[in-house]
């Protein structure tokens, strides 16, 4: 039941946006996006909460189709500091709020200049 | 520094050698959470405490593993006879629950090798 990321890998330049989905097969109650660096710990971007509920990052943004069981998170005007592998952690509604995620295979974005 | 701190950063270990991680949350979060990562994988939840109770463990978390958060502060991860196979980035995160989106964040992990 882990959700499924795509796309797993993509190259940019700087300026140009990018889009990050996560699909589970299950209801979801939350989604939680994180970014990770080599070698770091997640860092939280974005949490997207069932009703629609949305809290993050000033220049990252991200939606929930809670019908589809699906997330994408949106990088506008990418930096070289958006690099990194974006992880999708995934709260089920039989899970709701306990903060046991289930976390994608992660999409590895790298930002050339 | 107010986040999540783990130590050690690093460890190396023979097989069947004990290990013990130590985990200190965020202050005043209540919820403390381990969860386990290998090179290439998103992080796999492995257990977690709200305050001293430790509400659910996962079916990767075999006998070999015991986690305790003994005051509801800091948190132990004991691994015995440790295998090749527990080679891992061991990650702790804390929130503060029930909050509204119950937003986790995580520590800088403790990385394990078993030789």
């Known amino acids: ?113 | 520094d107010t986040g999540v701190s783990q130590d050690p950063r690093h460890k190396i270990t023979k097989r069947g050698q004990n290990v013990t991680f130590r985990c200190d949350p965020i202050s005043e979060h209540n919820r403390l959470y381990w969860y386990r990562q290998t090179l290439g994988q998103g992080p796999e939840f492995l257990t977690y405490f709200q305050n001293e109770a430790q509400l659910e463990k996962s079916r990767l978390l075999s006998d070999r593993f015991s986690a305790e958060r003994p005051k509801g502060s800091f948190s132990t991860l004991e691994i015995q006879r440790t295998e090749q196979g527990d080679s891992a980035m061991y990650l702790c995160a804390s929130s503060l629950a029930p909050s509204g989106g119950n937003t986790i964040y995580f520590g800088e992990g403790s990385w394990l090798t078993v030789v």
């Open chain 1, 1 to 113: 039941q882990q959700p499924v990321q795509s796309p797993q890998a993509v190259i940019l330049r700087e300026g140009e946006d990018a889009v990050i989905n996560c699909s589970s097969s299950k209801a979801l109650y939350s989604v939680h996006w994180y970014r990770q660096k080599h070698g770091e710990a997640p860092v939280f971007l974005m949490i997207l909460l069932k009703g629609g509920e949305q809290k993050g990052h000033e220049k990252i943004s991200a939606s929930f189709n809670e019908k589809k069981q699906q997330s994408s998170l949106y990088l506008t005007a990418s930096q070289l500091s958006y690099s990194g592998t974006y992880f999708c952690g995934t709260e089920g509604v039989g899970s709701g709020n306990t903060g046991k995620l289930i976390f994608g295979q992660g999409t590895t974005l790298q930002v050339k200049p």
